[in-house]
């Protein structure tokens, strides 16, 4: 379609594909499926009408920032709607079987031991802190690019955009909670006995003292989506943008990579992950990245147009 750009059919088309998975398959474990169906029909339609209102208004400013922006408005909606429908193909997570992978390969639960054996408030507030550099990681390397050169952010949105996309779908289809189930009941869910470790550390008074311990616990009471952790977006989405950064911010490409080695660290150390959803983030980086890359080429002269009205 004229104007259209490889984000902008990524979108639409995750817009349509859960579109169809909540009229397909909504049964009964989705109450308030004609609404998130509607949104969806709607979501097609503005996006559809913003992309040809900017084409006929490039200077508006107002239709230029949504141009650019409208994907990275989407996110949090898309991922909290990801709990929503997650339980229309399975009843209950998948966090037993997850359990027992990590236990297969490292004879132990890492997302248990690992700061069991490292518990000292210095160490942890570098994990927790790492952790948190991921909204960093989005916001400053977006800012940075839009700031430099408006094709390259472009590049760097519809990239991430499709990485995040892809994520939301492999939780809408494989719901798994993460090692914090094994503290608490989440979204009414409690593990099987069979998959509780004999004994679960508590988290050491040393960690729980630390700044970005409690930053990090009230973002994911806030915002968190029940059973979406694998694979991990933390880990994929870091990744992304660390190859931008390798690509085109060359002066920040090295401190980047070690922030993003201390996050995939991180996940395992503060039990956002297990070790499965950790390599599973790694592996979809390596897949998803070089293909967003070769679809975002097929539609790169519409794109660098956008970005010429303001490069």
């Not at 966090?95 to 390969?105: A, C, Q, S, T």
């Not at 069991?116 to 916001?139: G, H, K, R």
């Not at 779908?169 to 006995?193: A, D, Q």
């Not at 503060?270 to 080429?297: E, K, M, Q």
Request: proline share 6%.
């Amino acid at each position: 379609m004229k104007h259209y750009t490889f984000i902008d059919y990524a979108t639409q088309a995750y817009l349509a594909v859960v579109a169809l998975l909540i009229l397909s398959f909504h049964g009964t474990a989705v109450p308030a499926w004609p609404w998130l169906l509607g949104a969806h029909i709607a979501g097609v339609g503005l996006a559809h009408m913003l992309i040809h209102s900017h084409a006929r208004q490039p200077a508006n400013r107002i239709l230029d920032f949504l141009r650019h922006f409208y994907p990275v408005i989407l996110y949090v909606g898309f991922y909290r709607e990801t709990g929503e429908l997650n339980q229309m193909f399975t009843t209950g997570y998948l966090d037993p079987v997850f359990i027992r992978l990590d236990e297969r390969i490292f004879g132990a639960q890492p997302s248990l031991a690992f700061m069991q054996s490292l518990p000292y408030w210095p160490i942890s507030e570098i994990f927790y802190a790492s952790y948190f550099s991921y909204y960093i990681m989005i916001v400053g390397v977006g800012v940075a690019l839009f700031a430099r050169n408006r094709s390259q952010f472009f590049h760097y949105v519809s990239v991430m955009s499709f990485v995040f996309y892809v994520c939301y779908l492999v939780y809408i289809c494989t719901p798994v909670m993460g090692p914090r189930i094994f503290h608490r009941v989440i979204n009414g869910y409690t593990l099987p006995p069979e998959s509780q470790p004999e004994v679960i550390p508590e988290f050491p008074a040393t960690v729980r003292t630390g700044l970005f311990f409690r930053i990090m616990a009230l973002i994911y009471d806030t915002f968190e989506a029940p059973g979406a952790a694998f694979p991990s977006s933390h880990v994929a989405v870091a990744i992304t943008t660390l190859w931008f950064s390798f690509r085109y911010l060359t002066r920040i490409r090295w401190l980047h990579l070690v922030m993003v080695v201390l996050l995939c660290l991180s996940t395992v150390y503060c039990r956002y992950h297990y070790v499965v959803d950790v390599l599973a983030g790694i592996a979809t980086a390596a897949l998803l990245v070089p293909l967003g890359n070769w679809l975002y080429s097929r539609w790169r002269e519409s794109e660098h147009d956008i970005g010429r009205v303001h490069t």
